[in-house]
């Protein structure tokens, strides 16, 4: 999302915020911030941490760094508004199924992700679509005030994360159950 250059994804808008107010790099930021949501699940939801949400802090800004580059070089730099439209929502479908997919295994999914995941379960009655579009919301806000930049891949990743989430839950349940992987009960 962020090498078609239209809006960071909810999460990366908060991160461009914190950084440009703060003057530490997106990695730094990143690693920082996903530091605060590991301490705020380990004090509230420590049963919920995994060896996957450990590495994602550390781990997760090289490889956010290391795919644009490869990105950079694949996508074509000139390219319609609807190509790059189909690019956003291909790319919202992939991290959907990929978030589904961690937060059902015993891998663990990145503390940040978790926080809608938490919501959804303690907050009866919340779907899990309406607490990640409304997590992915508060980020856009703060991330915005902060000097995030916003386009039309952040409205796309904020209509389709959720729903994404909550339509492949039971895809990634099923695929585990089949493929004979642990999963979370």
Known sequence: MSRCGVGADPFM???QGISRQS???YGQTSTA???LCFAALFLLERNSIRPGT??????????????AW??????PHDRSLPITVLL??????????GLSISVTSHAGACSNDLIPVIAHEKLAGMQIRTAR??????????????????GIGTVIAL??????????????????SHLGLPAKQ
């Open 13 to 15: 808008i908060l991160i």
């Open 23 to 25: 003057g530490l790099s």
């Open 33 to 35: 911030l996903m530091l």
């Open 54 to 67: 450990v590495f994602c802090i550390f781990c997760l800004g090289p490889l956010v760094d290391f795919y």
């Open 70 to 75: 490869l990105f950079s070089l694949i996508l």
């Open 88 to 97: 956003i929502v291909l790319a919202c479908v992939v991290v959907s199924l």
């Open 133 to 150: 579009m409304l997590w992915d919301g508060v980020c856009i806000i703060a991330g915005y005030c902060l000097g995030g930049t916003l």
């Open 159 to 176: 209509t389709l994360y959720g729903p994404g989430l909550q339509f492949f839950l039971p895809v990634a349940k099923w695929l585990s």
